[in-house]
């Protein structure tokens, strides 16, 4: 050994790293090491730099910090000697990312080794700079990559071509640049200047329309020739692989040659020829073969059309679907979805085949084959299709489950030929996998059950069959339980019997055992206990006869440890014990629950002002026809998770759970993060009708209420009630809700209150330009005056629509903010509608110092990005 | 493109990891962590494809080391597949019938050939012997350097016994 080494040799070190029996040995030893290493850097020690750098590298690969190596690299890669810089470049691709600011230092070093004599320290630097380039260096040194595509030796050019991949990507401004001298590239002999001179070049088609332009005028001939000639070429021992000549180049080619096809049909007219060519004479027993075939077809669908071979890429195709490799067959079924684009039919007559796969025993191939299936299905063959799908489920492994259901769910959904079809396809698939849906899918199923007004009578009694089978599956239990407590009459009278029926039996008391079951039953979750319970109170006016007994269910939950079961059961039981003149009111049916509100719910667009003017003309393409109600907003809060959080204020969560059934989080924090509500809410979620999302003015739940009116006997009771509180919008009228309260037995009494001293602000217009206004509403809640609460409006000013809308806001240390989630972020034109935002903003030095905030609005318009900045002190003093 | 390569052992060591997309270094333990997970996990019959956040994983067992490259969704899985196999059949030639101990205890040589063969993530060098050419070549440059250095020494050392 050397006499002036320290520290080990880096075969030693791996040795004891390896010898190492447990982690914390290994740790010892890493510790141990890095610390000579240190010591070593700390003494700017060169004779062993660069295996200190080696050691580090190998320390790194096992996961541990080596930042401290970083200005190693450097060092090694200014010093002069090769070993030093292949080492120190590396070092410099392994430890460090094109983020970190250490690079910038490397440029410098990089240029010069550009520029060097010896070309493999110019092939080390390419190399380094095609691999962690930054937006920045590629910038600095692309005239010198520019000049290198030109470099006598070969090897240089091709690092030079790859490396301007990087550099066009990074910065594609410079694409012109190299569109000239990477043309040339293409008539090269050398097979790596050709085959990465073809890759530049279809990289510049992506990133620079003029370059596409350029190659499509000037090269196709030249690509074409290349490809007919490597084709055709006799055996030669350095490109073969499987006896076909450079495979690789064969896949860059037929790539180039499909993006210069694309859209032109002149281009795509020259290369028929060879594609016609390479798809037929291509060996397919060999991955190699298969590789270029795969290629080949791929162009051929992309390119503009061309019946024959088109044929010919589908009978490809088909032979994949039916080869016993997998790879293959994944890649077939890849490819068929890319198909499908073009001739649905052709790839429909591998249904079967495609239908096989999804039955297959690897996961990758099932996920592809099962996309591919939902592109196959339309309205022709929705139910075999279904059916197969359906009886795969009750075979598929557990982790499947999940996608299986989803898509059968949504095929159910897009192209069912008849209400009675996809109730029956929902219930099958709630039973098989039930626990596997979300649950927006049995929310949808609830909605349209209640809108197929004829098969009420159908469905309950369908699903108390499938209940009694079965409370396995938790949705499926939900769906039941909603529906016999809507229409459990239905089930007892068997009430709309249809032919298919079976008839059956079922008791009053019959129906209600089964709600006990389900509030029993030690496997059921919170949600579908609390429905359960509602059932059960809407039977108690259904079955008279049954009254007691579901009084002594109810009564028994009252002891309930869960906190919700709890307060739900003393709430019923008072209601029943002293409230009979509006307990058949408050257990009236549920009307029927708009679709239409939930489909612009679930796409996550909140419908702004439904009124009754605007019955939307339904053309569902599933044929199940919207009955003309009246929109009622959202009846039944079934929105667990997706939908924005109910505006509810705290007094108001009482009377909501009562008949909703909504037990997310979601709400858990209402009151503290919305801005404080009047007493309409309490009326509305009486009603159930008080989910309306946050942007709705009071003027729109008027609306809502109004237009029931007309057709809704109950809400029409309270509807005077209801629209005189929502217009006294900050002071509720106490009396108004006082005759409501009680219901509570005063339990909402105390936190109403609070309401009703909340001082009054001006609303201000805390921004406003050319294009845009921002109006920001106050409020506070009595008792916390450090609190304030924001409702933020922006109104377009400008006559274009903007997308994207982000607005951001920024407060110093002695305020906090929170930010809720704006109502949209589409802001539409002129003024015709509006974005609000919640913001709470917490004080810490209230009465010394007013708000400041400064904020930043951001959006989208004719595609341009606009950023607009402002600063707003003029807040009103004692906030 | 190619985003990374990976080589993981049967145990889930890993033997090299090659970046050509901006990774964070947490990203990368997360990266290799979800993917030992997944592929290590899969049985021999199955594809060598695995999907993942929105890419796609070729990966290729050979004794115990699985080599892995990322890859957009519309790259060829097929090719990158013979691009493993290409990267094997030269480091075979290198080591002689290379083993998963080569690997380890020269790393730096697996990456030097890794170097020669890939750039950007894309394929360099179609020739399996102008990648060894071009690698020997480079070694022989270390060795004189290496040479030059001892005799040096060499020589200081004899001047300083004398």
């Known amino acids: 050994m050397n006499p002036f080494s320290s520290g080990t040799r880096l075969r030693d070190m791996i040795r004891a790293i390896r010898a190492c029996k447990t982690a914390a040995e290994e740790r010892a030893v890493v510790r141990k090491e890095c610390a000579a290493i240190r010591a070593a850097i700390n003494e700017n020690d060169q004779d062993y730099r660069h295996r200190n750098l080696a050691k580090l590298m190998f320390i790194h690969m096992l996961g541990y910090p080596t930042h401290f190596g970083q200005m190693e690299c450097l060092k090694l890669i200014a010093s002069t000697g090769f070993p030093e810089k292949r080492i120190g470049y590396l070092g410099l691709m392994l430890l460090l990312d094109e983020r970190q600011e250490v690079l910038m230092l490397v440029t410098n070093s990089l240029k010069q080794d550009l520029n060097h004599s010896n070309q493999y320290i110019v092939g080390l630097a390419l190399c380094a700079l095609g691999n962690i380039s930054s937006a920045e260096m590629a910038r600095d040194l692309a005239p010198d990559v520019e000049r290198l595509l030109q470099f006598r030796d070969p090897n240089i050019r091709k690092k030079a071509a790859l490396c301007s991949i990087r550099i066009i990507k990074k910065v594609p401004d410079l694409a012109e640049n190299f569109m000239h001298p990477a043309s040339s590239l293409l008539k090269e002999k050398h097979h790596g200047v050709l085959i990465t001179g073809v890759q530049l070049c279809t990289d510049l088609c992506k990133v620079s329309s003029e370059a596409l332009e350029y190659f499509r005028e000037n090269c196709i001939e030249g690509l074409v020739k290349t490809l007919r000639d490597i084709a055709n070429s006799p055996y030669s021992p350095e490109y073969d692989i499987a006896g076909i000549t450079d495979p690789f180049l064969h896949i860059r080619l037929l790539k180039l040659l499909r993006i210069l096809g694309q859209g032109d049909a002149g281009a795509s007219d020259c290369m028929t020829d060879i594609l016609a060519q390479v798809a037929s004479r291509t060996e397919s027993n060999k991955n190699a073969g298969n590789a270029i075939l795969y290629e080949c077809v791929e162009t051929i669908m992309s390119i503009e059309d061309n019946g024959g071979l088109r044929v010919l890429a589908i009978n490809i195709l088909g032979r994949f679907l039916s080869n016993r490799d997998n790879n293959i067959r994944y890649v077939g079924l890849n490819m068929l979805m890319k198909a499908i684009m073009v001739d649905a039919k052709a790839v429909q007559r591998h249904r079967a085949t495609i239908l096989e796969c999804v039955k297959d025993s690897d996961a990758s191939i099932q996920k592809r084959a099962l996309e591919l299936v939902y592109l196959l299905v339309n309205e022709s063959n929705v139910k075999p299709l279904t059916k197969e799908l359906i009886e795969y489920l009750e075979v598929s492994n557990q982790e499947f489950k999940g996608d299986i259901t989803a898509k059968i769910c949504s095929l159910v959904e897009k192209f069912s030929p008849a209400k009675i079809w996809y109730i029956d396809q929902m219930l099958k698939v709630l039973s098989e996998a039930g626990n596997f849906v979300k649950d927006e899918v049995w929310h949808a199923l609830i909605i349209v059950i209640s809108n197929a007004s004829d098969l009420h009578g159908y469905t309950v009694r369908a699903l108390y069959r499938v209940f009694q089978a079965s409370t396995e599956q938790e949705s499926l239990v939900r769906v039941a339980v909603w529906c016999v407590g809507e229409y459990g009459d239905m089930l007892v009278n068997n009430v709309g019997m249809l032919d298919i029926e079976e008839p059956i039996t079922v008791t009053e008391s019959d129906a209600v055992d089964a709600m006990e079951v389900a509030i029993k039953c030690q496997r059921l979750g919170l949600t579908t206990k609390a429905m359960a319970l509602i059932a059960l109170f809407k039977l108690s006016s259904r079955f008279p006869s049954c009254s007691e007994r579901i009084k002594d269910i109810i009564v028994q939950n009252k002891r309930s440890l869960v906190l919700e079961l709890q307060q739900r059961s003393i709430e019923f039981s008072c209601i029943l014990q002293k409230h009979h003149n509006i307990r058949s009111a408050l257990v009236e049916r549920m009307p029927i629950l708009d679709e239409a509100t939930f489909t612009g719910r679930k796409a996550g667009s909140l419908p702004t002002a439904v009124s009754a003017s605007s019955i939307i003309p339904c053309n569902l393409p599933n044929g199940i026809a919207k009955p003309a109600a009246a929109p009622i907003g959202d009846l039944l809060d079934l929105s667990s998770d997706d939908a924005p959080p109910a505006p509810v204020s705290s007094g108001g969560d009482f009377l909501q759970d009562l008949l909703g059934v909504d037990l997310s989080p979601a709400s858990a924090p209402s009151g503290t993060s919305q801005s404080p509500k009047t007493g309409t809410d309490v009326l509305l979620d009486l009603l159930s009708i008080g989910t309306l999302p946050p942007v709705q003015s009071s003027s729109s739940a008027i609306d809502i209420l109004s237009s029931s009116h007309d057709n809704k006997a109950p809400v029409a009771n309270l509807n005077g009630l209801a629209s005189h509180s929502s217009l006294s919008a900050n002071a509720t009228s106490p009396a108004s809700s006082a005759g409501m309260m009680d219901l509570l037995n005063g339990t909402g009494a105390i936190t109403q209150k609070h309401e009703e001293n909340g001082p009054a602000y001006p609303s201000l217009v805390a921004y406003e330009s050319s294009t845009l206004r921002m109006t920001f509403n106050f409020s506070k809640q009595p008792g916390n005056p450090q609190t304030t609460f924001i409702q933020a409006t922006f109104t377009n000013l400008s006559p274009n629509v903007y997308n994207g809308f982000l607005f951001q806001a920024a407060v110093p240390k002695f305020l906090q903010l929170h930010l809720d989630p704006a109502s949209s972020n589409t802001l539409p034109a002129s003024g015709n509608g509006s974005i609000t935002q919640c913001l709470k903003v917490t004080n810490t030095q209230h009465g010394k110092k007013s708000l400041v905030m400064r904020i930043r609005i951001a959006y989208k318009t004719n595609d341009k990005d606009v950023l607009e900045e402002g600063q707003i002190n003029n807040f009103p003093r004692d906030l | ?162």
Not at chain 2, 9 to 17: E, N
Not at chain 2, 54 to 77: H, P, Q, T, W
Not at chain 2, 116 to 129: M, V, Y
């Open chain 2, 1 to 162: 493109m190619i985003h990374f390569v990976l080589l993981i052992s049967r145990q889930g060591k890993v033997r090299l990891t090659k970046w050509y997309s901006p990774y964070s270094q947490k990203e990368r333990t997360k990266v290799i962590r979800e993917l030992s997970g997944l592929i290590l996990t899969r049985g021999p019959k199955l594809c060598n494809f695995v999907e993942w956040r929105g890419l796609r994983v070729v990966y290729k067992r050979y004794a115990s080391l699985y080599f892995c490259m990322c890859i957009d969704e519309d790259d060829n899985e097929l090719e990158i597949l013979e691009i493993i196999h290409h990267y094997v059949e030269v480091l075979d030639r290198y080591f002689g019938s290379v083993c998963e101990l080569d690997l380890i205890y020269n790393f730096h040589k697996a990456y030097f050939i890794l170097d020669e063969l890939l750039i950007a993530g894309e394929l360099q060098e179609p020739s399996k012997r102008t990648v060894a050419r071009l690698v020997a070549a480079q070694d022989s440059l270390v060795e004189t350097a290496k040479e030059q250095t001892s005799s040096i020494t060499n020589i200081i050392a004899q001047v300083a016994n004398v």
